[in-house]
Every structure is written in structure tokens, then in C-alpha cells.
């Protein structure tokens, strides 16, 4: 699934999640890597402003911890992002970038996964 986040719904008296940037929400099967200096992790999602990705068991993030890693991207380009931990849940990892990613890249990014089929365009 592609795109800026429309909000999630949410029962009576909740607030609905908005989203700032556009999203791109990886496939199982086309995942690209976080690369930091601990190990290679999935990614799940990559935005302007931040990516969320999965540690294995032996790995820990704590928030706020700021970190310098690698993005290899399904395209197979790289990007090199600063950024802090700003959510733990699980094994699950939220970063959000100091500087944010280009647009263009993101899109470059979602342009390629859509012409090989490997993201439905909706």
C-alpha cells in the first residue's frame, strides 16, 4: 500500500493517527535494510521523515538514542540517515530522521516498485 495516510478510524472519543508525510508500506516479499553498525534489519515503512523497521530478539533500541545507519532501498539505491529513536514497541523499531529524505527519493523509490509490481498503486 502506498501513499499518505488518510488516518486510521477509531472508536468514539479516540483520535485518529494523521500522518505528515507520504508512506510507503513495504510487501513482505520486498523489504529493503536498515544497515546499522549492530546488524541488517527488515524495514516496514519509509517516509520523508522517518522509517520503522524489526530487530531481531538480541538487538535493542532504546528511545531517543540517536543513530547513523544505511538505507538500501528495494531499488537498490542507498541513503545514508541520522535520525533518533523515537518509539520502541516489541521488536519494532520507529526512527524519525533529523534531516528529512527528499520526496523525489521516496517517490523514485514507490515509481520502481510499482513498474515491477511489487506495490499496487491505489
Known sequence: ??????????????????????????????????????????????SEGGLSFQVAPEYTFMETEKVTAEVRLVSGVSHTIKGRVIRVIGRKIIIEFIDPVPLSKIMEEERFLVQRQLLRAD
Open 1 to 46: 500500500m502506498i501513499g499518505k495516510s488518510k488516518g486510521k478510524t477509531k472508536k468514539k472519543g479516540e483520535a485518529k493517527e494523521q500522518r505528515r508525510y507520504f508512506r510507503i508500506e513495504y510487501p513482505l516479499s520486498h523489504r529493503p535494510e536498515f544497515v546499522h553498525k549492530i546488524g541488517k534489519f527488515p524495514i516496514f515503512d519509509l
